[in-house]
């Protein structure tokens, strides 16, 4: 059973740094794909940013200049930088990964909230 294990979140004023880290129970290179999505209250699930297992990444317009992913291949964990932070980027971030076959897997969530 594969577990994504996320840390990272919690308070910070606009303009603060927070960093995500999300971690696999198994081997990195089982997923093609990982990333994180979002939910803030009342809207939908949207996509952060994601790496695939080569390194390429991919972002939200609303994050691109302010959030970086990256991976740690023996750690087998992916992190998310945030810089900037502004009070629309408050939500529940989620981990995911994507295996070869397309199986799909989340971690818990953990809140990051923006204000002051």
């Known amino acids: 059973q594969v577990q994504l294990v996320e840390s990272g979140g919690g308070l910070v004023q606009p303009g603060g740094s927070l960093r995500l880290s999300c971690a696999t129970s198994g081997s990195i290179f089982s997923f093609d794909r990982m990333g994180w999505y979002r939910q803030a209250p009342g809207k939908q699930r949207e996509l952060v940013a994601d790496?695939?297992?080569?390194?390429?990444?991919n972002y939200a317009d609303s994050v691109k200049g302010r959030f970086t992913i990256s991976r740690d291949n023996a750690k087998n964990t992916v992190f998310l930088a945030m810089n900037s932070l502004k009070p629309e980027d408050t939500a529940v971030y989620y981990c995911y990964a994507r295996t070869w076959t397309a199986n799909l897997y989340w971690g818990q969530g953990t809140q990051v909230t923006v204000s002051s």
């Open positions: 790496i695939t297992s080569g390194g390429s990444t």
